[in-house]
């Protein structure tokens, strides 16, 4: 009997093709449902479960509610913005006393010569609706979990609305070391984030892939390293 580690990378409702949903992605709501089926069909041969969360703040300065255009309004989502257009009056901070701050950082983003700032519709906000993940997936994770502590695995993920009891073994407090039988790949997150995060691109981000073993090395080491940012952030937060 094939035995599996599952990667999932981000399955979250502003992702998702669904009413209400910040930046979604054709077929994924489908796609996490058939994933949700899979590992209902599959919970004694799945090993672990590692899930990417994309968090953010409502604002920052790579939010569409950060700025605003020299008419007062908000600017529209994907607008690129420049350390010239701010000198030129045609970007600024919605806050006015951030602009010396953030022309220092638009400058040195663009020194390199290879990035610009672009902003995004505000998403994945901690504590909303758009944070979560799939509905469906959430409660075949849940009932996976429980066949895990009847299993004594090592590794768990509860739904993130669900409150982690002490002891309970829910969530991914690490990423453990994994003797790879197959590892697969599979989320909601337009390509444009993976590709941020140094996740392989080139497919529709939704569909079930195949992880290269070559991949595995530099795939856990990102995953631990967003897991241990997400982990301070929520530590600076209180939460």
């Not at 093709?17 to 209902?40: E, I, K, T, Y």
């Not at 990417?52 to 309004?73: I, K, N, P, Y």
């Not at 695995?153 to 039988?181: F, N, Q, Y």
């Amino acid at each position: 009997m094939s035995s599996y580690d599952l990667l999932v990378i981000d399955p979250q409702n502003d992702f998702l093709d669904s009413a209400g949903a910040a930046l979604p992605v054709p077929g994924a709501n489908a796609d996490m449902q058939r994933l949700a089926d899979w590992l209902s069909a599959h919970l004694e041969q799945v090993q672990s479960i590692t899930v990417t969360l994309d968090s953010h703040a409502s604002v920052g300065v790579e939010r569409t509610s950060f700025w605003l255009d020299a008419q007062g309004l908000p600017l529209a989502p994907f607008t690129r913005v420049t350390a010239a257009d701010v000198l030129a009056g045609r970007y600024a901070p919605r806050h006015a006393a951030q602009r010396a701050e953030v022309l220092h950082y638009l400058q040195a983003l663009e020194a390199g010569g290879q990035r610009q700032l672009v902003v995004w519709p505000v998403h994945c906000v901690l504590g909303t609706w758009g944070h979560n993940i799939h509905a469906g997936l959430a409660d075949a994770i849940a009932a996976w979990n429980c066949w895990v502590e009847h299993s004594k695995a090592a590794i768990a993920a509860c739904p993130p609305d669900v409150p982690w009891p002490a002891g309970s073994g829910c969530g991914a407090h690490e990423v453990k070391e994994m003797t790879l039988r197959e590892l697969y790949r599979v989320g909601a997150a337009p390509d444009s984030i993976n590709r941020n995060r140094g996740f392989p691109v080139g497919a529709p981000p939704h569909l079930l892939l195949a992880g290269k073993p070559s991949d595995i090395p530099s795939l856990l080491t990102t995953v631990r390293e967003a897991h241990a940012r997400v982990l301070a952030t929520l530590r600076e937060a209180r939460l």
